[in-house]
């Protein structure tokens, strides 16, 4: 069975620096990796989505990296700001089943 | 563009008595959809997810039932809600044909407590 990880539950960064997220998966048999952001009381909205072929992806201040082989992804997100604060989860997509398995997330705070 | 809408935003019930959230996309056509619950500590759980008009597969033994009576309406339904189906109810899909090339797009979910 997939598990996915991410640690730690939640962090503040001030305002400025750099924010680093983990994300860990059991097994490596995946189609892609996707992450999302999730305000408090709302949905989850998609933000970057990496194939299993690919080693990373792009969007403005996001990027994020993908070694399946270790079963790892990380999600960058340059010069953070308050509009950043959020919970943000990852998800592989299980090869064989078509079913999203989903990390409980990092909450971030990002300190003015 | 393809919308999402999902209905009531938050919902208090009483034990024992009928449950009926609603979903509908907008935009597309013949979508995957899906039902998910996310509980406080526990992350996403998927429920129940359909790919067309009548078929309806279920993750999870429950109380809980879905439906997909048109091809872009999702109801989830439950005969007596018990305490433990307290939760927030997420709706999403994702467009048909695209492989593995396209995210999920979820609703803005609904808050669902049961005293």
């Known amino acids: 069975k997939q598990e996915v990880t991410q640690i730690p539950a939640a962090l503040s960064v001030p305002e400025g620096e750099n924010l680093v997220l983990n994300c860990s998966f059991t097994?490596?048999?995946?189609?892609?990796l996707q992450w999302f952001r999730q305000d408090p009381g709302k949905g989850l909205t998609s933000l970057l989505l990496?194939?299993?072929?690919?080693r990373e992806q792009t969007s403005g201040r996001l990027n994020a990296s993908l070694d399946k082989s270790s079963g790892r992804s990380t999600l960058y997100i340059a010069a953070s700001q308050p509009g950043d604060s959020a919970t943000y989860l990852c998800?592989?997509?299980?090869?064989?089943?078509?079913?999203?398995?989903f990390g409980k997330g990092n909450q971030v705070v990002v300190i003015p | 563009s393809q919308t999402i809408h999902q209905w009531p935003a938050t919902l208090v019930q009483p034990v024992g008595s009928p449950l009926s959230l609603e979903c509908t996309v907008e935009g597309t056509s013949n979508p995957n959809l899906y039902w998910y619950r996310q509980a406080a500590g526990r992350g996403l759980q998927l429920l129940f997810y359909s790919v067309g008009i009548g078929q309806i597969s279920s993750e999870v033994p429950q109380n809980l039932s879905a439906s997909r009576p048109q091809d872009r309406q999702f109801i989830l339904s439950s005969k007596k809600l018990l305490l433990s189906d307290s939760g927030f109810y997420l709706c999403?899909?994702?467009?048909?044909?695209?492989?593995?090339?396209?995210?999920?797009?979820f609703g803005n979910g609904t808050r669902l407590t049961v005293t």
């Open positions: 998800a592989v997509l299980v090869y064989g089943n078509n079913r999203l398995a």
């Open positions: 097994d490596s048999a995946i189609y892609n």
């Open positions: 990496i194939q299993s072929s690919q």
């Open positions: 999403a899909w994702h467009p048909i044909g695209t492989g593995h090339n396209s995210p999920l797009h």
